[in-house]
């Protein structure tokens, strides 16, 4: 827990979705000494967890009659839908709180909201950046959707105790909105960094004379301010896979094309990102979409150590 927040008293947590992220931050309420009931398709990834104050589910449902909050953390709108309406299923009427981490469609967290609504429970979005790394170490920040100010006071201290960040956007979807947004910004910083070494390389510059000039004159981005000292490392595990990736650039262009606004580059990092998926790099780590800049330049980008 950080050391700002004061410590909660034990709740009867549900958590659904047990990959990089949701398992990292299961194992941290059960270390606040919260009650868990757990469930992931992965029995593996339950067995992971199951111990003191952990219980296996055998379905949503029943993590659903077990806990007063319940968390998901999944990897499509469609999967979270699926969930969402197991889980309606038998917490109608119950006050109980669903709280969405997943990034998803801003019109389907409103629309499933307005169901959750006239159901008598309440429906929480909040998409989170800082990846596996950040919900192992709560450092990640809760970009916040909700349609219910004393709904989302019952769930901020939780999401307070697991990061670093927590911030209400406005009523749901637009927390999703805010997620897009940063994701918009973090994948264009690292593709036009990418362009700019493969040009540089390409033309025969030394890429780290380039960098360093770009840190002082103005142009870095936050990919070439640090990330881009790790060109060099290819396959690690994947935290955030290229597969993900293009899911939330195709969010981008779904939520912009609603909305009646152009976004060409999130298009373009779509179709960076598809065609990423069609060489074979999915399932790889967004670290590896070095790669892609590779195969298409026709020359491998490398960096020498800083002061070299």
Request: proline share 5%; charged share 20%; aromatic share 4%.
């Amino acid at each position: 827990m950080n050391e700002d927040t004061p410590k909660l008293e034990p709740h009867d947590i549900g958590f659904i979705g047990l990959g990089n992220i949701g398992g990292a931050l299961a194992a941290n309420l059960l270390a606040d000494g919260h009650r868990l009931t757990v469930f992931d398709v992965d029995s593996i990834k339950i067995a992971s967890l199951t111990g003191a104050g952990c219980s296996a589910a055998a379905s949503v449902a029943e993590v659903a009659k077990a806990a007063d909050v319940t968390f998901l953390s999944l990897p499509t709108p469609e999967a979270m839908e699926a969930v969402a309406d197991a889980w309606l299923g038998v917490s109608a009427g119950s006050g109980k709180v669903l709280v969405d981490l997943s990034t998803n469609s801003p019109s389907v967290v409103r629309n499933m909201g307005k169901r959750f609504a006239a159901s008598g429970a309440h429906l929480v979005e909040a998409p989170l950046t800082g990846g596996a790394p950040g919900a192992r170490n709560r450092q990640l920040v809760f970009i916040v959707g909700s349609d219910d100010a004393g709904v989302f006071a019952r769930i901020e201290p939780l999401l307070q105790s697991l990061g670093r960040g927590t911030f209400l956007m406005g009523p749901l979807g637009s927390g999703n909105i805010g997620k897009l947004a940063n994701s918009l910004h973090a994948f264009a910083s690292m593709w036009v960094t990418l362009e700019t070494l493969a040009l540089a390389a390409k033309s025969g510059v030394d890429l780290r004379r380039l960098v360093d000039m770009l840190r002082v004159a103005g142009g870095a981005t936050p990919y070439l301010n640090s990330r881009v000292e790790n060109i060099g490392t290819r396959g690690a595990p994947a935290e955030f896979s290229l597969e993900l990736a293009s899911k939330d650039a195709g969010l981008m262009i779904e939520t912009g094309r609603e909305a009646g606004v152009p976004l060409p580059v999130a298009s373009a990092l779509h179709e960076m990102l598809s065609f990423a998926k069609a060489q074979g790099l999915g399932a790889n780590d967004i670290s590896d979409l070095v790669e892609v800049i590779e195969r298409l330049a026709g020359i491998e980008l490398e960096l020498s150590p800083p002061g070299s």
